[in-house]
């Protein structure tokens, strides 16, 4: 069974960086795509970034395009979202999911919380001003 755990969170000065990790157990990472998705206070969870299997595709939201680099390492088992230029807006709890992989699906639908079925527990991001 699939399990991950994401890490790197914490506190961070608006114009900062920072590097998340998802690591799984259990299963491993291929043939899976794996999103990072974000909550913050007193709003929905967004879809922050997206890799498709075989890293064939990566996606990102509007929020944090430009700013957020997908990657994943499978010998390692671990899926990486680098952000950079960090603002209070970035506050949020961080899940990464992991959902099919597919080859012709729209990535669009693949970007969405209803694609994944496997989530973390989350990891908390607070940019201060």
């Known amino acids: 069974q699939l399990q991950l755990e994401e890490s790197g969170g914490g506190l961070v000065q608006t114009g900062g960086s920072l590097r998340l990790s998802c690591a799984a157990s259990?299963?491993?990472?291929?043939?899976?795509?794996i999103g990072w998705f974000r909550q913050g206070p007193g709003k929905e969870r967004e879809g922050v970034s997206a890799?498709?299997?075989?890293?064939?595709?990566?996606s990102y939201g509007a929020s944090v395009k430009g700013r957020a680099t997908i990657s994943r390492d499978n010998s390692k088992m671990t899926v990486f979202l680098e952000m950079n230029s960090l603002t209070p807006e970035d506050t949020a709890v961080y899940y990464c999911?992991?959902?099919?992989?597919?080859?012709?699906?729209?990535?669009?639908?693949?970007?969405?919380?209803?694609?994944?079925?496997?989530w973390g527990q989350g990891t908390q991001v607070t940019v201060s001003s």
């Open positions: 890799i498709g299997t075989r890293d064939s595709w990566m």
């Open positions: 999911a992991a959902g099919p992989g597919s080859f012709n699906t729209p990535i669009q639908t693949m970007m969405k919380e209803s694609w994944y079925d496997v």
């Open positions: 259990g299963l491993s990472l291929d043939g899976y795509t």
